[in-house]
């Protein structure tokens, strides 16, 4: 069985003794420890990084301005669903929420630093059992109760702390949500006008292989073709076809994603976005700078580091338990048998002093409390690293696949214009009757597998830059407006409650 104990030694200073004197010597020597604090300081998170990125060119060229990097699209519908998105979002509400949040819990820790002050009042009516005649008596009370714990070993200092803490990383996490949803927003956009550039294709496609059908039923009927090549045009016409209804799904589903992302319906932006325009791309190509640069711009690892403060903070709260307290208590009371007699000198009685808590023996469970927070700050510390080990990875791989999407898009449209040129030549041979259909065949299905391949690469090239842009903390550097409630209460004093 675990036994705890407090030991508590209380001096009050009564009015009319001179014993009042020594307790006001010892609060003042008592608070004049209030400066000292116990627990870590937080000294930083002396993190080490290489001094470039492997994929990335060994210049000291700085870094791109990340500020509304989404503009180097040039495309100003991104641009309006970008401002849409910011002002609608509902998870963009959320973090200011928890801003809030944030700020309401510091100004609670303020609050325990200073003295606590309460007042009561009572009017309480008698009568002496058995009497039958005259008034009743009354007996009528007010008086204040005051307490202040002085914060000797910076134990309150500490949670302050902790939640300032808390605070920024709120801040940082709203720059974080920030930077996800452009992201997601430049992300599903590019990837809406693929998938539309790939629809158009393959109706454009489909049409041509059924030009190219009825021409071999034309033959067909002529004698001068065969029934297996009438078979096979019609076949590939229907193929190419089949994949539309897919990429329509697809389509769909960008557009009702980004209907969400602007804290609309799913289908608020069918109109704007239904018609197609080209797939953008990036015409500036971002610079990533040094691997330093990411523990300062990057939201993530902001946020992360300042979680780590405060595991660092709540230490000293920990550990401040396991040092003595002392609080100052007071009260003041008038009581009267008339309301008129309350507050006359010789109906007031005061008490005050000190109060002193030792803790002697919980159990261990004040140092178990310092441990866990240790483990905590060890967690927080190896979660900061994590991130920053993951942010170079998202750079680096966001460099390599940009750098070699762009030269796998530069060979597929090789690709493509070789294949167009043999879909045409093998069509002329065929129809004058120098080649075979299967030919023919052969060429238009590979020149829609690489039309469509090279429109799959601009989109890989145009989402791959976004993906550097987040990966280098780039984002809305705007400020977000975070002390509006989304709820506002009326009514919310004493007022009458309708029965039922």
């Not at 599903?188 to 393959?202: F, V």
């Not at 005050?352 to 159990?363: D, E, Y």
């Not at 145009?462 to 993906?467: I, L, N, Y």
Request: proline share 5%.
């Amino acid at each position: 069985m675990v036994f705890g104990s407090l030991f508590r030694l209380t001096w009050l200073a009564v009015s009319g003794t001179r014993r009042g004197r020594p307790v006001a010597v010892v609060v003042i020597g008592l608070a004049g420890l209030s400066a000292c604090s116990v627990g870590p300081d937080y000294l930083g998170a002396d993190l080490a990084v290489p001094g470039h990125f492997t994929e990335a060119a060994r210049t000291n060229a700085p870094r791109s301005d990340l500020t509304h990097w989404w503009k180097t699209f040039r495309d100003p519908l991104l641009d309006q669903l970008v401002n849409e998105a910011v002002a609608g979002n509902l998870d963009i509400a959320a973090a200011a929420a928890r801003i809030r949040e944030a700020r309401a819990s510091r100004r609670v820790a303020v609050g325990g630093l200073m003295p606590g002050v309460t007042g009561d009042a009572s009017a309480i009516e008698s009568k002496t059992p058995g009497e039958r005649t005259g008034p009743p008596s009354w007996l009528f009370q007010a008086g204040l109760d005051a307490s202040w714990e002085l914060d000797l070993f910076g134990g309150q200092r500490r949670t302050v702390e902790a939640a300032t803490r808390g605070v920024e990383a709120a801040d940082a996490d709203l720059r974080a949500t920030l930077l996800t949803l452009i992201g997601d927003v430049a992300t599903n956009y590019i990837e809406l006008r693929g998938t539309q550039a790939r629809i158009a294709l393959a109706r454009r496609t489909a049409a041509s292989q059924r030009e190219t059908a009825a021409l071999t039923k034309s033959k067909f009927d002529a004698g001068s073709s065969s029934s297996l090549d009438l078979a096979n045009a019609n076949a590939l016409a229907i193929a190419t076809a089949a994949a539309i209804p897919q990429l329509e799904q697809a389509r769909a589903q960008s557009i009702h994603r980004l209907g969400i992302l602007v804290g609309r319906e799913p289908g608020a932006l069918v109109a704007r976005l239904d018609r197609p325009t080209a797939v953008p791309a990036p015409h500036d190509r971002l610079r990533p700078g040094l691997p330093a640069d990411l523990l300062s711009r990057r939201p993530d690892i902001a946020r992360a580091e300042r979680l780590l403060a405060q595991a660092t903070a709540k230490i000293g709260v920990a550990d401040a338990a396991l040092y003595p307290s002392v609080s100052l208590t007071g009260s003041l009371a008038t009581s009267a048998s008339r309301i008129g007699d309350l507050g006359k000198r010789s109906t007031i009685g005061w008490s005050w002093g000190p109060t002193l808590t030792v803790p002697i023996f919980a159990g261990g469970q004040l140092i178990a409390g310092v441990d866990v927070a240790g483990a905590q700050r060890d967690e927080a510390r190896l979660a900061l690293q994590s991130l920053v080990l993951t942010a170079m990875e998202d750079v680096e791989n966001s460099l390599v696949a940009l750098s070699q999407e762009r030269v796998r898009a530069g060979q597929l449209g090789q690709a493509a214009a070789a294949y167009r040129q043999a879909a045409k030549l093998s069509k002329d041979l065929w129809q004058a009757g120098t080649a075979a259909f299967v030919d023919v065949l052969d060429a238009q299905r590979s020149l829609y597998s690489a039309d469509d391949s090279l429109i799959q690469s601009r989109v890989s090239i145009a989402t791959d830059a976004v993906a550097l842009a987040k990966a280098l903390g780039g984002g809305w550097d705007d400020p977000i407006v975070v002390d509006r409630p989304l709820i506002v209460d009326v009514n919310t004093g004493p007022h009458l409650v309708a029965t039922q």
